[in-house]
């Protein structure tokens, strides 16, 4: 545990990636869209704050968390792991651990910029219901980055990840909301993992809170974990 904590000082780089460039993209949209309802500017701005959090985890969970793994496979950093009396439970726990602590730092930085650049405004609550959403979105989200895991050639997991990356953002409404989709695509934007991902934190100010989301990103989670096991034993049989 102690060097995945000393890793995460050194991992400058992704963090420019997954968290200072969603912060960008959000203060220039967010200042792109001037609505002449304050209500609804307000509305808009808190709303893409959430859009961009979740875009930056995403991130983590998609890059980060099954390139390091893959590396650590090719490298043989596991195995050696292994054969000492580390059991792999304790090693996937301090990996998922390691995330969790750059999704706490991205949210945080996201949230501070919201809150005192953006003028964004919710009750003390509000703010500590949203984090923990997001943190219990971000949690069920990296199945996603143990599937992609499975890859034995990072770079050939890169290219599909930026593709899903970007991919899942447009379609889950990230970047644009998705109730300016046209009606044709509003299905599909509703199936995505990431528009639920978000709506877990989003929610939060609706009428009737979307469980929904909550169950749909659980389903989710079984699936990608289901099929990293089933491709695991089919590539440790070959």
């Not at 961009?52 to 590396?71: C, D």
């Not at 730092?105 to 809150?115: H, L, S």
């Amino acid at each position: 545990m102690t060097y995945e904590l000393i890793d995460v000082t050194k991992r400058k780089s992704i963090f420019i990636f997954s968290i200072f460039l969603p912060v960008i993209f959000f203060i220039i949209f967010s200042s792109m869209t001037q609505l002449p309802d304050k209500e609804m500017q307000k509305f808009f701005v808190r709303d893409y704050m959430l859009s961009m959090t979740t875009f930056s985890l995403t991130s983590f969970a998609i890059f980060t968390f099954p390139v390091e793994m893959i590396n650590d496979k090719k490298e043989g950093w596991n195995r050696s792991l292994f054969r000492t009396p580390l059991q792999p439970f304790i090693y996937y726990v301090c990996k998922i651990i390691k995330i969790m602590m750059m999704y706490m730092i991205a949210i945080a930085v996201v949230f501070f910029v919201g809150r005192f650049y953006k003028g964004v405004e919710m009750s003390f609550m509000e703010w500590i219901g949203c984090y923990t959403a997001l943190l219990f979105g971000g949690f069920i989200f990296l199945t996603f980055g143990l599937l992609l895991a499975q890859f034995k050639d990072t770079q050939k997991m890169s290219v599909l990840a930026n593709v899903l990356y970007l991919g899942l953002a447009m379609l889950g409404g990230l970047w644009f909301p998705v109730m300016t989709f046209p009606d044709w695509l509003k299905p599909i934007a509703y199936a995505t993992p990431t528009y639920h991902f978000k709506n877990i934190a989003a929610g939060l100010f609706s009428v009737h809170y979307p469980y929904h989301s909550i169950g749909i990103m659980l389903l989710y989670g079984a699936v990608f974990v289901i099929l990293a096991m089933w491709i695991r034993k089919r590539t440790e049989v070959i």
